[in-house]
């Protein structure tokens, strides 16, 4: 079964800095995608980066870049000149259509708050 | 941006009642998906729909619950007889044909209070 690790439960940044987020994933499958979401107060889940596992290119959607280590099965998010407005719940998720799986499988999350 | 739409936002209930609560996926869509968050924890699979059936369902996912696609449009999650421990938000989400090259869309949940 595979499963997503988030071993940072909380995480603070000063707004305009850089705060990376952890993220390790377990799986026997070769194909698969993983996905970042943002959950703000309002709860609802917002798609911030997605990585295919084929890609060897790091993903970067403006101010948000992964690094993805496949071999070490690590996925972190960066997020660079952090905003007000980032703050908010971020799970990190993973997806594997070869194994017949439709399910994404979530990570606890990490709470990240920007101080001003 | 398309939009999946959830309601109720907020559904109180009594144990042992049943609740329907309702999703409307974006519109040219085919696959349909329910997920559940207790609070301050992850976010759990439920269920994902496709072609009018189950294609895949979780553990949590018990003979309790039930889904339904009714008129081609609302996609519907039942609780038959709820639980204390049902008490979540429910996210109905909905995706394309091209797969998880594809977005996948959330709706903006629905709060599920049993007491």
Known sequence: ?116 | EPEVTQTPSHQVTQMGQEVILRCVPISNHLYFYWYRQILGQKVEFLVSFYNNEISEKSEIFDDQFSVERPDGSNFTLKIRSTKLEDSAMYFCASRGMKGWAEKLFFGSGTQLSVL
Request: glycine fraction near 4%; include cysteine.
């Open chain 1, 1 to 116: 079964a595979q499963t997503v690790t988030q071993s940072q439960p909380e995480m603070s940044v000063q707004e305009a800095e850089t705060v990376t987020l952890s993220c390790t994933y377990d799986t026997s499958e070769n194909n698969y995608y993983l996905f970042w979401y943002k959950q703000p107060p309002s709860r609802q889940m917002i798609l911030v980066i997605r990585q295919e596992a084929y890609k060897q290119q790091n993903a970067t959607e403006n101010r948000f870049s992964v690094n993805f280590q496949k071999a070490a099965k690590s996925f972190s998010l960066k997020i660079s000149d952090s905003q007000l407005g980032d703050t908010a719940m971020y799970f990190c998720a993973f997806a594997a259509p070869q194994g017949g799986s439709e399910k994404l499988v979530f990570g606890k999350g990490t709470k990240l708050t920007v101080n001003p």
